[in-house]
């Protein structure tokens, strides 16, 4: 057994680092132990798929600027959190190590999703090390196969193609981004992809990769395309580690349910980040979000929490993309599924995006407009019926 803290957090990202700050902005003097299975320090992670790929990216500028040391924080990398004695407030690690606590913040993350059948050879974007593996796999080659037409697929894609490769895009979607976006800007996305030279394999799924040499791989697909690439990554999202709650009996229907201030069903326990499933009053519903401005905002809050504040985490978090030259902000609920309303300067290329449930606005999608956010969030939290919609173009274009 070690000495007891009073704050042990579980994880070595964005939330965790941000939940560093929320409690040292409470509590100057309490123990701190941070405790991840990565073996870096927490780091900004959105740029591992965009900036780090173009010229002049350097990875020593995605490092967080804590001083861990000035903040009496005491970090323990590389160790695995095995299992929670919520009775006794111990958190077991890793070759039997007991670490006694007072507050315990749960800030894991997820697992990538990963290919059926496991195929060896795959990189499953999520950290700094996959970027590092990755970005040595393609030192040397000009082909890359890239799984997946979400965020970090789409992104990806596009980074990899600015940085010289030649890419093959697989995705089973109709389309990039197919799930969030209106048919219209997917297929205009799509196409623009296509353009640009990445090669887009739409409605298809990988079924098998095989090594062909040491730095070399074919990738087949379901329509029995065989894709040579010295690279081959995959962002098919992620899976939120919640195994340490579940071992306590605890459902974590989609990650860890927390309440508005982020305590969970676990007494002293708190969740934070991509893990937590959080009330949403704007959104009248629960949700769980994988992005920055959340991890960042709601780390800070949970471990603000966590030291006296009581806090509601009301905030509706934004989030953000960069597609070659296509950038976007976005802010609640995106779901092609939406009714939507389409309001362009420039037809799929510069306008607005509304997203409307029961005639009110649930999410706004900005595309080559800046700084509309706090308005469309107003939008969306005053919940003012909309009706069909139509009365919001020029909203938020002007």
Same mark, same amino acid.
């Given at each position: 057994?070690?000495?007891?803290? /009073?704050?042990? &957090?579980?994880?070595?990202?964005?939330?965790?680092?941000?939940?560093?700050?929320?409690?040292?902005?409470?509590?100057?003097?309490?123990?701190? $132990?941070?405790?991840?299975?990565?073996?870096?320090?927490?780091?900004?992670? !959105?740029? $591992?798929? /965009?900036?780090?790929? /173009?010229?002049?990216?350097?990875?020593?500028?995605?490092?967080?600027?804590?001083?861990?040391?000035?903040?009496?924080?005491?970090? +323990?990398?590389?160790?695995?959190?095995?299992?929670?004695?919520?009775?006794?407030?111990?958190?077991?690690?890793?070759?039997?190590?007991? *670490?006694?606590?007072?507050?315990?913040?749960?800030?894991?993350?997820?697992? !990538?999703?990963?290919?059926?059948?496991?195929?060896?050879?795959?990189?499953?974007?999520?950290?700094?090390?996959?970027? %590092?593996?990755?970005?040595?796999?393609?030192?040397?080659?000009?082909?890359?196969?890239?799984?997946?037409?979400?965020?970090?697929?789409?992104?990806?894609?596009?980074?990899?193609?600015?940085?010289?490769?030649?890419?093959?895009?697989?995705?089973?979607?109709?389309?990039?981004?197919?799930?969030?976006? !209106?048919?219209?800007?997917?297929?205009?996305?799509?196409?623009?992809?296509?353009? @640009?030279?990445?090669?887009?394999?739409?409605?298809?799924?990988?079924?098998?990769?095989?090594? +062909?040499?040491?730095?070399?791989? @074919?990738?087949?697909?379901?329509?029995?395309?065989?894709?040579?690439?010295?690279? &081959?990554?995959?962002?098919?999202?992620?899976?939120?580690? *919640?195994?340490?709650?579940?071992?306590?009996?605890?459902?974590?229907?989609?990650?860890?349910?927390?309440?508005?201030?982020?305590?969970?069903?676990?007494? =002293?326990?708190?969740?934070?980040?991509?893990?937590?499933?959080?009330?949403?009053?704007?959104?009248?519903?629960?949700?769980?979000?994988?992005?920055?401005?959340?991890?960042?905002?709601?780390?800070?809050?949970?471990?603000?929490?966590? =030291?006296?504040?009581?806090?509601?985490? #009301?905030?509706?978090? %934004? %989030?953000?993309? #960069?597609?070659?030259?296509?950038?976007?902000?976005?802010?609640?609920?995106?779901?092609?599924?939406?009714?939507?309303?389409?309001?362009?300067?420039?037809?799929? /290329?510069?306008?607005?995006?509304?997203?409307?449930? #029961?005639?009110?606005?649930?999410?706004?999608?900005?595309?080559?407009?800046?700084?509309?956010?706090?308005?469309? +969030?107003?939008?969306?939290?005053?919940?003012? !019926?909309?009706?069909?919609?139509? +009365?919001?173009?020029?909203?938020?274009?002007?």
């Amino acid at each position: 057994m070690t000495a007891a803290y /009073k704050y042990v &957090v579980v994880g070595g990202g964005m939330a965790a680092d941000a939940a560093l700050r929320g409690i040292r902005g409470q509590d100057p003097n309490g123990t701190v $132990l941070m405790v991840s299975q990565e073996i870096f320090p927490p780091y900004d992670r !959105p740029p $591992l798929s /965009k900036g780090l790929w /173009k010229q002049g990216g350097r990875v020593e500028n995605v490092w967080r600027s804590l001083d861990y040391n000035q903040l009496r924080v005491d970090l +323990r990398l590389g160790v695995r959190a095995e299992r929670i004695d919520a009775a006794a407030h111990e958190l077991w690690l890793a070759g039997g190590v007991r *670490v006694p606590y007072e507050r315990l913040l749960l800030a894991t993350g997820g697992a !990538p999703r990963e290919l059926a059948g496991h195929p060896r050879g795959v990189t499953y974007f999520r950290t700094v090390e996959d970027y %590092f593996r990755l970005r040595r796999a393609m030192l040397g080659g000009h082909e890359a196969v890239v799984v997946g037409g979400g965020f970090i697929g789409a992104e990806m894609a596009a980074a990899l193609t600015l940085a010289g490769k030649h890419v093959h895009l697989v995705l089973p979607e109709a389309g990039v981004l197919s799930r969030l976006l !209106p048919p219209s800007l997917s297929a205009a996305i799509t196409e623009d992809y296509a353009q @640009r030279g990445v090669t887009v394999h739409a409605g298809h799924q990988v079924t098998h990769v095989e090594a +062909r040499g040491d730095d070399s791989w @074919r990738v087949v697909t379901d329509a029995g395309a065989a894709l040579d690439a010295s690279g &081959v990554v995959a962002g098919l999202g992620i899976v939120p580690r *919640v195994d340490l709650m579940t071992a306590l009996g605890v459902d974590c229907p989609d990650g860890i349910v927390v309440d508005r201030l982020g305590a969970t069903a676990v007494e =002293a326990v708190y969740a934070a980040g991509d893990v937590a499933n959080f009330p949403s009053p704007a959104l009248g519903r629960r949700m769980r979000m994988e992005h920055e401005d959340h991890a960042n905002r709601h780390g800070e809050c949970v471990g603000a929490n966590m =030291a006296g504040q009581e806090q509601a985490y #009301d905030y509706l978090p %934004f %989030f953000y993309s #960069d597609l070659f030259d296509l950038g976007f902000e976005a802010v609640g609920r995106l779901d092609s599924q939406l009714a939507t309303v389409e309001d362009w300067v420039e037809p799929q /290329k510069r306008g607005v995006v509304f997203y409307l449930e #029961d005639q009110h606005v649930v999410g706004v999608l900005a595309v080559d407009l800046w700084d509309r956010m706090d308005r469309a +969030r107003a939008l969306i939290v005053d919940g003012e !019926p909309v009706g069909d919609g139509s +009365r919001l173009r020029g909203r938020l274009t002007g």
